[in-house]
């Protein structure tokens, strides 16, 4: 036999490996951080039954607030996707956040649930003067949602006087302290895990079944060849970035409904890292075109379950931020990896 012949003999045929390179690749997109997060719950759960003598993590109790805090996160993250996945960035949800709540209680004083649809339309006027200066100005999106952010956190801080406002009957808490029955009498869901799980849906059947969902995509695989083949890109980048907003003002008013109060100077501080930290996390591109929001979903209940936990372990104040930064920039690192495998193939 021939040298060319043994390799031939010693080769699987054609097209068969590349095939389950492909096949593999699929169930990992499918997959996600899935494994990641069922055994990062194993593991605080280990912990807290080694350190603590009882596995409290897992207890229905715990289980109800992991949900609640994974919940204002998803809805910001549900945003934070849209605008990621044209390739852009949004790092003034967290302001928009606080000046929502602060808006949302301040109307709650005098016009009872009016304070929802407030908070709604303070996040979307926010959301929509972004999206102009960003569509039609032409400003990269980090220098004027960072421009944003710190314009639309002294607005909160004016409308409050800066101080923070209180409501102890304010009318829409409900839907923090209320929830939703799964499988009566035995499941129930929180109020707030609910909202989330509907945005997340919505979004879904926006990205996934909707013309618009396409060219969101388009836009973020390459705006000059969207633009070339007849997409609107204003539209487009105005639509995610308004849904930026809206989301952020829906979660300045969960974030108000949780606390009967809001404070224009240390609500929503951070929340922009959370939310684009579940984005990435969730497999979701910065470079845009590529991503889920169900990955979304399950990159915000990682940082909802890490943080609970680091709580229950008894993790000083400290090393938490530390742990979140250090996630942060390990779901960036995990974004250029799968970045750098894409091109090989």
């Known amino acids: 036999m021939t040298e060319k012949g043994a390799l031939m003999a010693n080769t699987e045929p054609t097209g068969v490996v590349p095939l389950r390179r492909t096949r593999l690749k699929g169930w990992m997109r499918t997959v996600g951080m899935l494994p990641v997060l069922v055994i990062l719950c194993i593991l605080i ?51 928009i956040l606080a000046a929502a709540a602060m808006t949302s209680v301040t109307a709650s004083l005098d016009y009872g649930s009016l304070g929802i649809p407030v908070a709604l339309l303070t996040g979307l006027l926010f959301g929509l003067l972004n999206g102009v200066l960003i569509a039609f100005v032409r400003l990269p999106p980090f220098i004027v949602t960072l421009g944003s952010m710190t314009a639309v956190r002294g607005i909160a801080r004016l409308w409050g006087n800066d101080t923070t406002v209180f409501n102890p009957e304010l009318p829409f808490a409900g839907i923090s302290s209320g929830s939703v029955p799964i499988v009566p009498g035995y499941v129930e869901l929180p ?13 879904w059947f926006i990205l996934r079944r909707t013309v618009l969902g396409v060219r969101i995509y388009a836009v973020g695989g390459n705006p000059d060849a969207a ?88 993790v000083s104040d400290i090393w938490q931020l530390i742990v979140k930064g250090l996630v942060i920039i390990g779901a960036v690192a995990l974004d250029r990896y799968r970045l750098r495998g894409s091109a090989r193939t």
């Open 191 to 203: 109020g707030l895990a609910a909202i989330a799980l509907v945005v997340i849906g919505l979004s």
């Open 227 to 314: 633009r070339l083949s007849g997409i609107k890109v204003w539209v487009v980048l105005l639509f995610v970035y308004a849904a930026s907003g809206l989301l952020a003002g829906l979660g300045g008013a969960m974030s108000a409904a949780r606390l009967y109060a809001a404070n224009g100077l240390q609500l929503g501080q951070s929340y922009e890292l959370d939310a684009i930290a579940a984005v990435i996390l969730g497999g979701t591109s910065f470079v845009g075109g590529i991503g889920s929001i169900w990955g979304t979903l399950i990159g915000a209940l990682i940082i909802a379950v890490l943080s609970n936990g680091l709580i229950l372990l008894g």
């Open 45 to 95: 759960q280990a912990g807290t039954l080694y350190f603590n003598g009882e596995g409290r993590f897992l207890s229905a109790q715990n289980l109800s607030i992991v949900l609640q805090q994974a919940a204002i996160n998803t809805v910001l993250g549900a945003g934070m996707t849209f605008v990621i996945l044209t390739g852009g960035i949004d790092l003034s949800v967290g302001s």
